[in-house]
């Protein structure tokens, strides 16, 4: 046995003797490898996985959970500055549903259930007022703890004491929350006005102005009015712009499409500028009309025709009254006679007209003006050996096909009230220049290879050599030591024969007895004595 363990130490020494350096260290490393692998498949297949038990907790709830843990006997760990407790996966499930059934966690807060599960007749007034609003803000801050992008809300409300009078004016509640929101959520307006909208309803006598509402960064949230724009000069400002954007891009991809149809999209560029009037207005007008618009005439309701005839003695004269050649004005015509006849013929017509009343609301925006600025690419083909350049004459026609187009958007898209005082010529820009990337030689169009590409295909080149070299020097070195190594062992095998071994120990022996001879007599003598009697 022990000679086979010698033997197996000689073979290994040898083996690991004859590796080179580079060998030994790959194996070296190859091992610690395997080791650390399997060290980290024992660690995370005998290890517990948590998963969290309960999350965003106060400081309160975290108390009780993490005592009654302790009291069990379960292993636990505390994350997210200890909001957060974890728990082995295989015991999750059941520890909700134990901890529920024990009424834990407790926030300290009352719902509304409170007051079914602990109804009593002992309750004072004063009592009973502020454990309802306790109620009414847990229950608050609930629902708006269940809304996308709110972690967790505090409400604050604040209900005035009723009047004693009937006389005196009841006072209007008041609201503070704070709500946790979500890292990176942003909400829109539309959100926040329905937040104010959720708790001015959920709170008697609680209108919207009254209520604050801010984040844990101190942000306040503002409301908005119906149409989006902000009751504060940021969020005016955003709407406006907003709006414009959407304006002047949609006009310009229009232009960008059908220009690019007729040129090539990539031979035109259009920017367009817009002037928008954000001037809002509610009138309301009330109009008369006739029936018939072509005689200006009503529809007739009623008509009364009164006729009088008279003929004999005191009749009044005929004709109108202080016209005739001698007759003085205004006065009543008198007949020598007395005889005469009298005629009166009245008739009154009572029209109806169209009666109507109209409230008109403007809308939110009108396009004031429009500028729009087009450059077209005057490169019409460029080949190997020349560019051919758009004429006048065509550059001509492009210009009078671009304007055609313009001026009909910009007629369509300008409001009415303003239109007459536009002139589309004035708001057009057309510009025909060589773009950037289109050369006059012939290299513009055949794909030229740029200089910072050369020089880091030299610097890879150099590097590649490099490394060839490298391998190279590191082989031949490599097989320099093998051989080495090889004649080493070769000459570590090389045994001498026994006899030659012999005749040298004999030969040193001689040499230091006749060295003891003649240095020192005495002792040679009694050496030679001693193996006398041995002998």
């Keep these: 046995m022990k000679e086979k363990m010698i033997n197996w130490k000689n073979t290994t020494a040898a083996f690991w003797n004859n590796r080179t350096k580079a060998q030994r260290l790959i194996f070296i490393g190859s091992v610690v490898i395997i080791i650390l692998l399997i060290i980290a498949i024992v660690f995370f297949t005998t290890r517990s996985k948590y998963v969290p038990l309960y999350n965003n907790l106060s400081v309160q709830e975290v108390g009780q959970i993490k005592e009654e843990l302790d009291t069990r006997g379960v292993p636990y760990e505390l994350e997210g500055g200890g909001k957060e407790i974890k728990v082995p996966e295989e015991q999750a499930d059941s520890l909700v549903v134990d901890l529920a059934a024990q009424g834990i966690p407790k926030s300290g807060n009352i719902d509304y259930s409170f007051f079914s599960e602990n109804a009593s007749w002992g309750v004072t007034e004063n009592e009973f007022n502020v454990m309802k609003l306790d109620a009414m803000q847990t229950e608050l801050a609930n629902l708006i703890k269940g809304i996308d992008g709110i972690q967790d809300a505090k409400v604050m409300i604040n209900m005035p004491e009723e009047p004693v009078f009937v006389k005196d004016a009841k006072q209007e509640a008041s609201a503070s929350i704070v709500i946790n929101t979500e890292p990176g959520y942003n909400f829109e307006s539309g959100q926040i006005n329905a937040l104010y909208h959720l708790v001015s309803k959920a709170v008697p006598n609680l209108p919207a102005e009254n209520i604050a509402i801010t984040n844990q960064y101190f942000e306040s949230f503002e409301q908005t009015d119906a149409k989006g724009s902000g009751n504060n000069i940021k969020d005016a400002y955003t709407y406006q712009q907003s709006i414009k954007k959407d304006i002047e891009k949609d006009i310009q991809k229009r232009l960008q499409q059908m220009l690019g149809a007729m040129v090539g999209s990539g031979n035109v560029i259009v920017s367009v500028t817009s002037d928008i009037d ?52 205004n006065y009543q015509a008198t007949d020598e006679d007395g005889d005469g006849e009298y005629e009166m013929t009245k008739e009154t017509v009572n029209n109806e007209f169209n009666k109507i009343r109209k409230n008109i609301v403007e809308s939110p925006y009108k396009v004031r003006d429009l500028g729009i600025q087009v450059a077209v690419n005057r490169v019409k083909s460029a080949d190997k050996k020349d560019v051919e350049y758009l004429t006048q004459q065509e550059e001509m026609e492009v210009e009078d096909g671009i304007n055609s187009i313009i001026n009909s958007i910009i007629t369509t898209s300008i409001d009415g009230e303003y239109a007459e005082d536009v002139d589309p010529e004035e708001n057009v820009s057309i510009v025909f220049q060589e773009f950037n990337g289109t050369d006059s030689t012939a290299a513009s169009k055949e ?19 490099g490394l060839i070299v490298y391998f190279l020097r590191k082989r031949r070195e490599d097989e320099d030591e093998e051989d080495e190594e090889v004649y080493t062992a070769q000459s570590q095998l090389e045994v001498p024969d026994f006899p030659e071994k012999e005749e040298s120990e004999v030969t040193i022996r001689k040499k230091q007895l006749e060295k003891i001879a003649k240095e020192k007599p005495e002792d040679f003598a009694k050496l030679l004595r001693s193996w006398i009697g041995e002998e």
Aim: hydrophobic share 40%; proline share 6%.
């Design 447 to 465: 794909p030229s290879i740029p200089t910072w590409l050369y020089v880091v295909g030299g610097i890879l080149l150099l590097i590649i050599i």
């Design 278 to 329: 954000f001037t809002q207005e509610n009138r309301t007008e009330d109009l008369v009309e006739p029936v018939d618009l072509e005689n200006m005439e009503g529809l007739p309701v009623s008509i009364e025709t009164i006729k009088e005839t008279y003929e004999g003695a005191g009749a009044a004269a005929g004709g109108a009254v202080g016209t005739g050649d001698e007759d003085v004005a």
